[in-house]
């Protein structure tokens, strides 16, 4: 399984571009997988092929209507571990003691 962290931001259509990540995140949301959105990209877990797929597909989507697109991607691929987008976070408050904001 992988968690990936991503970002996908058209360029030369302005200032605002929450009309195309909210597209991205329809399909993301359709997709099945697990994700977390937030303020600065989405946070997806899956399978690898799955994950990358979509990436493709996002990237693809946005490329429809924005002739350059750029992305960031940060990828933690780690064998046998599931749930790690909720077991991550809950491992830091553990070691804090609290509830963190998330």
Do not use: F, W
């Amino acid at each position: 399984m992988v968690l990936l962290e991503l970002s996908v931001t058209p360029m030369g259509v302005g200032e605002s571009v929450s009309q195309y990540v909210a597209k991205c995140v329809e399909l993301i949301d359709r997709s099945g997988l697990d994700y977390r959105l937030n303020a600065m990209g989405t946070v997806i877990e899956g399978e690898l092929v799955d994950v990358l797929n979509l990436v493709r597909d996002c990237v693809e989507l946005v490329a429809r209507e924005a002739n350059r697109v750029s992305v960031v991607a940060k990828l933690d691929y780690r064998a046998g571990h599931i749930g790690r987008l909720n077991d991550k976070v809950a491992s830091v408050e553990n070691k804090l003691g609290k509830k963190l904001r998330t």
